[in-house]
T-cell receptor, first 113, second 112 residues
Framework: GAVVSQHPSRVICKSGTSVKIECRSL??????MFWYRQFPKKSLMLMAT?????????EQGVEKDKFLINHASLTLSTLTVTSAHPEDSSFYIC?????????FGSGTRLTVV | SQQGEEDPQALSIQEGENATMNCSYK?????LQWYRQNSGRGLVHLIL?????REKHSGRLRVTLDTSKKSSSLLITASRAADTASYFC????????????FGEGTQLTVNP
């Protein structure tokens, strides 16, 4: 079946640095990808919708300058957490829209120290 | 915004027993999906039920949908310890343009 490969699975960074998370669709083209954030023992909160070749659509309350999304090709979307702070520590998950079905990446555990 | 509410928040059962989880939502939907998440991992799609369907089966899973009550249930029969995970419902709302809205999830623990 269709697979979305997400990297890295875990990252620890210092406060003030930037971190890039990648999601690649394998064996299919993902015109649309979604980025979610998940706090411990909580549900997934949609952060933004990423469309290939155009600007991402951010959910209310999500800072677009802090969470930069790039979807430059049909197989790759990236989320960059800029100037990370401890409160950005979370689990980030991407998902690709497969025309009615959704495939999720394995998630990235970000810890900002 | 999250519109799904799930109950119970946590469920602990013995192997072999059935587990039932419920999900309620607030707006009209195209379909409702159930996902499983092992701790610290991504989501695995379990089953999708469309708004014009009332019941669907997949192996040991049975999903019902009542659009008049805006609710769904997931039944796992003959549970196994390996079923221990968090289970989320997600709705594809008519007005959301294919974005999924997730419920709060049920943490299922199946004791051997």
């Amino acid at each position: 079946g269709a697979v979305v490969s997400q990297h890295p699975s875990r990252v620890i960074c210092k406060s003030g640095t930037s971190v890039k998370i990648e999601c690649r669709s394998l064996d299919f083209q993902a015109t649309t990808m979604f980025w979610y954030r998940q706090f411990p023992k909580k549900s997934l909160m949609l952060m933004a919708t990423s469309n290939e070749g155009s600007k991402a659509t951010y959910e209310q309350g999500v800072e677009k300058d802090k969470f930069l999304i790039n979807h430059a090709s049909l197989t790759l979307s990236t989320l960059t957490v800029t100037s990370a702070h401890p409160e950005d520590s979370s689990f980030y998950i991407c998902s690709a829209d497969m025309q009615g079905g959704y495939t999720f990446g394995s998630g990235t555990r970000l810890t900002v120290v | 915004s999250q519109q799904g509410e799930e109950d119970p928040q946590a469920l602990s059962i013995q192997e072999g027993e059935n587990a039932t989880m419920n999900c309620s939502y607030k707006t009209s939907i195209n379909n409702l999906q159930w996902y499983r998440q092992n701790s610290g991992r991504g989501l695995v799609h379990l089953i999708l039920i469309r708004s014009n369907e009332r019941e669907k089966h997949s192996g040991r899973l049975r999903v019902t949908l009542d659009t008049s009550k805006k609710s769904s249930s997931l039944l796992i029969t003959a549970s196994r310890a390996a079923d221990t995970a968090s289970y989320f419902c997600a709705t594809d709302q008519e007005t959301s343009g294919s974005r999924l809205t997730f419920g709060e999830g049920t943490q299922l623990t199946v004791n051997p």
